[in-house]
């Protein structure tokens, strides 16, 4: 027999892992020091979401990107997803442990303000960074990648989270299962 469906009660591990996924890449976007943003030789100019650093081997001149406003809304940006994104995280072990239909709803609403936060913050960091701070070729690093990443996952787990409120029974595993084809 075959059986046809999703094996829902299988997200109730899926959902927070990947939300702790989401929330760990966003701690190294965050926490990043090595950069955001270097230039062509990666060997003179790097800029991370805090800080901005010219020089060359050990001789290093740093300055705080936080004396721009830009980078002060960026900061703040980040700051608040990570810390909406790690009280998600406790709502959908919460939720998924007690299977709580009112928590996942909340807990895809928080994701969908994460989502809308972090998109914000990682578009002006580039579009300003390149009016204020450009000087030539600069490649946007794995630090940065990583914010991305946190957010492109917090997109499909919030999607999830709305669907799953549809599918009660089936997360608690009292749905009968349906089956495709039956020998006779």
Partial sequence: MFRCGVAYPRFRWI????LLFALIFDI?????????????????????MWKECRGRNDHWSCESLMRHSW????AALMIIGLILLILAFILSVV????????????????????VIVQIIALIIYPVKFKEEIFEGQYYFTWAYGFGWGAT?????????F???RNYEDDLRGDAKPKYIYTSS
């Fill in 71 to 74: 980078a002060q809304a960026v």
């Fill in 152 to 160: 492109i996952l917090c997109i499909g787990c919030s999607f999830l």
């Fill in 95 to 114: 939720a998924m442990c007690n299977v709580n239909i009112a928590l996942l709803g909340v807990t895809a609403i928080l994701l969908v303000v994460v």
């Fill in 162 to 164: 709305c669907c799953l």
């Fill in 15 to 18: 959902l927070p892992l990947l």
């Fill in 28 to 48: 190294i976007a965050v926490a990043a020091t090595s950069g955001w943003v270097e230039d062509e030789d990666a060997e003179t100019h790097y800029a991370s």
